[in-house]
């Protein structure tokens, strides 16, 4: 089997990773089977250093149209302000809320998501997020719920303050880093006052908040279900004519190694929930990088240019855009 990052690399380039590469590279796989039928095999992919774009996941055999390359599962996910009543608090499948099945103030679709949800639920429940979430919601402000969950995670031990180190950063200004110091404030202050305790706060300050929320910025996906069935669709259409079509977004580790390309032979897609499912697009060659759309394919090369170094932070050179299509 290929490791999906050689460990010469991994140790190099993220030394303090063993664990994260582990637990969120290896567990990932594709549907194809090997020789052990009930046991799936690993996906048909590894990560390598590119000539340009830093990291990139390639292909190591042929993968045919259509065909389902990997699924991932989120490091990292909140729901979006507006869907906060209306999908689970822990996988964003849409949800109904029923009497004695979720807890008061949020829905959980099943007793296992409310399980699962325990690694960082446990802390935020005791908080009154109420001043945060205005904060947020007045500035229109999203990633900073995913700094808040990924908080409460390193408070409750189920990961360590430093788990999204292995992302690339975003470029900060410094006018930037002081925007996010009230919001900070408002995070611990309304943990302090939940009755966490210092000692456990200590990771807390405007370096480690400015770090995540520079990796959470061009590192997160916006969430929009696909759905499966037609109530599912007319759910999605009456959002998207409230311009809100995303029920959240969500930080994952290998689909972020992904490279972008204006005409990307790989896209990324939500069904039911937050588990992410990679699929070709078209025939990919052994070897070949695999390349995902970050913004919409459909929009003129300037409009393109704009979004992605101003969002993104680079300039596309993909052979789309340098034929001026």
């Known amino acids: 089997m290929l490791p999906l990052l050689s460990r010469r690399l991994a140790q190099r380039f993220f030394p303090h990773s063993n664990r994260l590469l582990t637990t969120y590279f290896f567990s990932t796989t594709s549907d194809h089977r090997g020789s052990n039928p009930s046991r799936p095999s690993p996906p048909p992919i590894q990560v390598l250093l590119t000539e340009s774009a830093g990291r990139g996941v390639f292909a190591t055999r042929s993968i045919e149209p259509g065909e389902l390359i990997h699924t991932a599962k989120p490091f990292v996910s909140h729901p979006s302000i507006s869907s906060i009543d209306k999908v689970c608090y822990f996988c964003l499948k849409n949800s109904v809320r029923r009497l004695g099945f979720q807890a008061p103030e949020v829905l959980f679709c099943s007793e296992e998501c409310r399980e699962q949800a325990k690694g960082f639920y446990e802390v935020e429940k005791e908080a009154d997020w109420s001043a945060f979430v205005a904060h947020c919601r007045n500035r229109g402000l999203k990633y900073p719920f995913l700094a808040k969950r990924l908080a409460c995670m390193v408070i409750s ?77 007319l759910a999605l259409a009456a959002a998207s004519v409230e311009s809100e079509a995303a029920v959240g977004n969500a930080v994952y580790l290998l689909p972020s190694f992904y490279n972008h390309d204006c005409d990307p032979n790989t896209h990324i897609v939500w069904v039911e929930n937050v588990e992410a499912r990679l699929k070709a697009l078209r025939e990919i060659e052994a070897g070949e990088e695999l390349r995902i759309c970050y913004i919409d394919a459909s929009m003129d090369r300037d409009a393109r240019q704009n979004l992605l170094s101003n969002g993104f932070g680079f300039e596309c050179n993909c052979p789309r855009c340098m034929s001026n299509d």
């Open 157 to 233: 031990g189920v990961t360590s303050e430093d788990s999204l180190d292995i992302l690339q950063p975003a470029r900060l200004s410094a006018e930037m880093i002081m925007q996010m110091e009230e919001e900070l404030c408002l995070l611990r202050g309304a943990l302090e006052d939940s009755g966490v305790k210092d000692e456990q706060l200590t990771f807390l300050n405007i370096e480690w908040y400015a770090g995540v929320l520079a990796r959470i910025r061009i590192n997160a996906f916006r969430i929009e279900l696909a759905g499966t069935s037609y109530d599912d669709l």
